[in-house]
C-alpha cells in the first residue's frame, strides 16, 4: 500500500557535483593532479575523455543555476578549485580571477534561492605540490591546504554559510596509495597510506580551526562516504573483519571529524603492522579541537567482508589489509550492472542508526547517492527527453529508508542527489551518467530528464508517495 512521506521543515532538496568535475580546466592558475593525469596518460581515461571541458560549468554556470532552479532544487554543492583559487601556493595568495568567478558563482546560486555548499578539496591537489613534496604524505602540505582555506574563508565566507573540508577523504588513501585505481597508481604502500590517512584528518581540522578563527556566520564540516561493512555470517572471525573494515574504511576519517581522535583498534593494528604514522601532540591536539558542525554522507553501495580464510606473505615495503578482511560477494543480491556496485537502500537507515547511536546525533545530511548508467541515450524518448524511471525508483527506495530513520530520530537535515547534471567522474570519464540534466558531450547542451521533473515535483511537496513497505 502506498503512503506520502513528508519530510522535515526547511529539508535540504539538491544535488552536488565538484570543480574539477564540472567546471573545466579554463583560466586556472596551475594544474592538479587529475588534469595531469589525463595529461600524460589520456589513455587512462574511458574513450580518452579528459576534463578540459567537462560539463562547462565554467561558462554556463548561469544557464545551469536556472536549470537546477526550474527541477526546484534549494540546495547544491561545489568545490573551488585549490588550483584556480590560489595565485601563490606557498603563500596562499588569491588569484583575482578565480575569486572573481566563485563570487559569481555564489552570487548566482543566491539568485536563485539555492543555498551553496563550498568544499574545499575534491581530489584535485596542485600536481606542483605532489611533485615538490610527495603531496598529501607531506605534512607541509597541510599547512600550504590551511592556508588555502583561510584565503577562501577570508574572501568567500561572507556570503557562503556551508563549508566542507574534503570529500571522501578515504578515496585518496585507498585509490592514490592502495589499489592503483587513482594517479599515482600506488599499490600496496601502506606506511604512505597510512600517513596520507593522518594528513588529511589534520589538514581538515586546521581548516576548521581557520575557520573558527573568523567567527563566521556559518557552519563548516566534512564529506565521507560510508561503506557500512556487513559481516558474511555471525561467526565471531566474520564479526571481526567486519569491525576492521569499518574502522579502517568508515572510521578512520568519521571519529577524527566528530569525536576527535582516530579509532584505537586502528592505531594498533597499525602500530602491529610497522605502517602507524608520524604524529605529535600538537597536532593531535588540532585535531581534538577543530571537530566539525556537520558532516555529510555519500552512501552507493554496502560493503561485504569476510575473514580471511590464509595468511598473505607480502615482500618488504609492502602492504594492504588483506589479512584482516575479505571482500565477500553475497548470494542473491541487487547490482548496478554498470559500475559493479550493490544496491542496498537499507544502509542507508543503518548510517543513520549509527550516527545517532554512536556519534551524539550529530546534524547530518545525505551529501551524495546516485544510480550512474552507461549508454543512457538508450533511454531517449521522441520527446527528446531521457525517461530514466530507474533512477527515479533508485531514489524512491533509498529516501524511503532515509525518512523512517529520520522518523526514528536521526538528526538528518537534508539530500542531495549525485548530481544535478552529467558530469565528469575521473578515468570513468562520461561512460555512466547521474544527473537530472543531461549534456550532450558534441553540442553542450543540457537537457533535463525524467528524473528532473520527478523532483521538481517531490521537492514542491517535501515528500512523495512512496510503494516501499519497510
Same mark, same amino acid.
Do not use: M
Given at each position: 500500500m502506498k503512503q506520502f512521506l513528508q519530510f522535515p521543515q526547511a529539508f535540504w532538496w539538491g544535488a552536488a557535483t565538484s570543480g574539477p568535475q564540472s567546471e573545466g580546466s579554463y583560466n586556472k592558475k596551475h594544474e592538479s593532479l587529475m588534469d595531469y593525469w589525463y595529461r600524460t596518460t589520456p589513455e587512462d581515461f574511458f574513450n580518452q575523455v579528459g576534463p578540459t571541458v567537462a560539463s562547462d560549468?565554467?561558462?554556463?554556470?548561469?544557464?545551469?543555476?536556472?536549470?537546477?532552479?526550474?527541477?526546484?532544487?534549494?540546495?547544491?554543492?561545489?568545490?573551488?578549485?585549490? =588550483?584556480?583559487?590560489?595565485?601563490?601556493?606557498?603563500?596562499?595568495?588569491?588569484?583575482?580571477?578565480?575569486?572573481?568567478?566563485?563570487?559569481?558563482?555564489?552570487?548566482?546560486?543566491?539568485?536563485?534561492?539555492?543555498?551553496?555548499?563550498? %568544499?574545499?578539496?575534491?581530489?584535485?591537489?596542485?600536481?606542483?605540490?605532489?611533485?615538490?613534496?610527495?603531496?598529501?604524505?607531506?605534512?607541509?602540505?597541510?599547512?600550504?591546504?590551511?592556508?588555502?582555506?583561510?584565503?577562501?574563508?577570508? %574572501?568567500?565566507?561572507?556570503?557562503?554559510?556551508?563549508?566542507? =573540508?574534503?570529500?571522501?577523504?578515504?578515496?585518496?588513501v585507498e585509490a592514490s596509495y592502495l589499489d592503483g585505481h587513482h594517479y599515482p597508481k600506488y599499490v600496496g604502500h601502506g606506511k604512505e597510506a597510512a600517513q596520507v590517512m593522518y594528513n588529511l584528518a589534520l589538514a581538515s581540522a586546521k581548516a576548521i580551526q581557520e575557520y573558527k578563527k573568523l567567527n563566521l556566520d556559518g557552519k563548516i564540516g566534512i564529506i565521507l562516504n560510508l561503506t557500512p561493512s556487513y559481516p558474511r555470517s555471525e561467526e565471531k572471525e566474520d564479526i571481526l573483519a567486519g569491525q576492521i573494515a569499518d574502522d579502517m574504511l568508515n572510521?578512520?576519517?568519521?571519529?577524527?571529524?566528530?569525536?576527535?581522535?582516530?579509532?584505537?583498534?586502528?592505531?594498533?593494528?597499525?602500530?602491529?603492522?610497522?605502517?602507524?604514522?608520524?604524529?605529535?601532540?600538537?597536532?593531535?591536539?588540532?585535531?581534538?579541537? %577543530?571537530?566539525?558542525?556537520?558532516?555529510?554522507?555519500?552512501?552507493?553501495?554496502? %560493503?561485504?567482508?569476510?575473514?580471511?580464510?590464509?595468511?598473505?606473505?607480502?615482500?618488504?615495503?609492502?602492504?594492504?589489509p588483506l589479512n584482516y578482511f575479505n571482500a565477500y560477494q553475497k548470494p542473491d543480491i541487487r547490482m548496478n550492472p554498470y559500475r559493479g556496485w550493490e544496491i542496498y537502500p537499507k544502509a542507508i537507515y543503518d548510517i543513520a542508526m549509527d550516527i545517532k547511536n554512536n556519534y551524539g546525533n550529530i546534524p547530518w545530511y545525505i551529501s551524495e547517492n546516485g544510480m550512474g548508467v552507461e549508454g543512457e541515450e538508450r533511454f531517449l524518448g521522441k520527446d527528446g527527453?531521457?525517461?530514466?524511471?530507474?533512477?527515479?525508483?533508485?531514489?524512491?527506495?533509498?529516501?524511503?529508508?532515509?525518512?523512517?530513520?529520520?522518523?526514528?530520530?536521526?538528526?538528518?537535515?537534508?539530500?542531495?542527489?549525485? =548530481?544535478?547534471?552529467?558530469?565528469?567522474?575521473?578515468?570513468?570519464?562520461?561512460?555512466?551518467?547521474?544527473?537530472?540534466?543531461?549534456?550532450?558531450?558534441? =553540442?553542450?547542451?543540457?537537457?533535463?530528464?525524467?528524473?528532473?521533473?520527478?523532483i521538481k515535483n517531490v521537492v514542491e511537496q517535501n515528500g512523495f508517495e512512496s510503494k516501499y513497505e519497510l
Open positions: 560549468f565554467y561558462n554556463q554556470y548561469e544557464n545551469d543555476f536556472k536549470l537546477l532552479k526550474e527541477i526546484g532544487l534549494n540546495s547544491y554543492r561545489t568545490s573551488i578549485q585549490w =588550483t584556480r583559487l590560489i595565485d601563490d601556493l606557498e603563500e596562499g595568495s588569491v588569484n583575482p580571477e578565480g575569486l572573481a568567478f566563485y563570487k559569481k558563482i555564489a552570487q548566482e546560486a543566491k539568485k536563485n534561492d539555492i543555498e551553496l555548499v563550498f %568544499n574545499l578539496h575534491h581530489f584535485d591537489i596542485p600536481i606542483e605540490l605532489v611533485q615538490k613534496y610527495g603531496g598529501w604524505t607531506s605534512k607541509h602540505v597541510t599547512d600550504l591546504f590551511a592556508k588555502f582555506a583561510k584565503c577562501a574563508f577570508e %574572501n568567500l565566507g561572507k556570503e557562503v554559510k556551508y563549508w566542507v =573540508t574534503f570529500n571522501e577523504p578515504i578515496v585518496i572510521r578512520s576519517f568519521l571519529e577524527p571529524a566528530v569525536l576527535g581522535h582516530f579509532p584505537p583498534r586502528l592505531i594498533s593494528l597499525f602500530e602491529k603492522e610497522g605502517i602507524l604514522w608520524e604524529s605529535c601532540e600538537e597536532e593531535l591536539q588540532i585535531i581534538e579541537e %577543530n571537530k566539525v558542525d556537520f558532516l555529510g554522507l555519500n552512501y552507493y553501495h554496502p %560493503n561485504r567482508v569476510k575473514a580471511p580464510e590464509k595468511e598473505v606473505k607480502f615482500p618488504p615495503g609492502f602492504w594492504l527527453i531521457i525517461h530514466d524511471t530507474y533512477r527515479i525508483d533508485f531514489y524512491e527506495e533509498h529516501l524511503s529508508w532515509l525518512h523512517k530513520a529520520i522518523q526514528e530520530g536521526s538528526n538528518c537535515f537534508g539530500f542531495h542527489a549525485w =548530481t544535478g547534471i552529467d558530469c565528469w567522474s575521473w578515468a570513468n570519464a562520461y561512460k555512466n551518467r547521474y544527473g537530472f540534466i543531461s549534456v550532450d558531450l558534441n =553540442t553542450q547542451k543540457h537537457t533535463i530528464k525524467q528524473s528532473g521533473r520527478w
